[in-house]
């Protein structure tokens, strides 16, 4: 009966032994993913800036070309 006691806690202790492993492996693959998922984050908030200055561009764009064809119409009144 003593030797199956003490079978019945070692195999206890083994399987506590796993458990624990099992937490901190998960524990480490979530600190992993919240890495990951604030990486994302930062990586979302440059895209958007980004986007911004691109739509800001053409915008620009078109005023820039516009204030050139303005200086070529004096110019050539000018002339």
Partial sequence: ALA????ALAVGRERVSSQR?????WQTR?????QRLAGMEARFEEIAEER???AAKPAGLI???ES????????SAEL
């Fill in 4 to 7: 199956a006691h003490d079978q």
């Fill in 21 to 25: 492993a099992d937490m901190k492996s």
């Fill in 30 to 34: 979530a600190g992993d993913a919240a």
């Fill in 52 to 54: 911004a200055i691109v």
């Fill in 63 to 65: 005023r820039e070309i």
């Fill in 68 to 75: 050139g064809e303005e200086v070529r119409e004096r110019l």
